[in-house]
């Protein structure tokens, strides 16, 4: 047993089920619920037991000086945030340069209680033509769960409805955020 997974199972207690497939090297993973910083590091172990790449946005000013090596290296693709910017096509074109990009984000939008998810990651997935991953970090049992790809319809209140199911009972980091 490699030393990532000796601390991942056996000093913090974590167990996976489930796999990516993979075929399919382009997705949007969704990982629920984000409710604490701690989701990095069980998201960078998870996908480095797994031996899946993993991507992630963040906003460019952090991919300059030293720092930006290392989040390039983690997975990291810088985004312009600035107002005006057509974020979800410039998103989905990340897909396009590149031949394997499966891109982590939270529904939530945020580490705090929210009754409705944020609908970006919907649209990025359709606009990329890319299924959509359900991912759960389930702290009460601390378990990660990875579903199988999910393919949006195109009818985002029905497919939204689908999608939360897989989380019913899932438990955040901060339980009274989940």
Known sequence: MGITKFIFHKVLGWEIQGKFDPTIKKSVVIVVPHTSWHDFYVGAF???????????????????????????????????????????????????????????????????????????????????????????????????FIHPAFYPTGDLSKDTTILRAYYQNVVGKVPERT
Do not use: C
Not at 81 to 101: C, M, N, V, Y
Not at 126 to 133: F, K, T
């Open 46 to 144: 998870t996908r480095r037991i797994l031996k899946t790449d993993i991507h992630f946005i963040a906003k460019k000013e952090l991919f300059k000086g030293p720092m930006g090596a290392y989040f390039r290296w983690m997975g990291g693709a810088p985004l312009d945030r600035t107002p005006g910017q057509q974020k979800t096509a410039a998103i989905a074109s990340l897909f396009a340069d590149r031949d394997e990009f499966r891109l982590a984000l939270a529904p939530e939008g945020t580490r705090k209680k929210v009754n409705a998810w944020k609908t970006g990651y919907y649209y990025i997935a359709l606009a990329a033509e890319v299924p959509i991953i359900p991912v759960a970090f389930d702290y009460s049992t601390k378990t990660v």
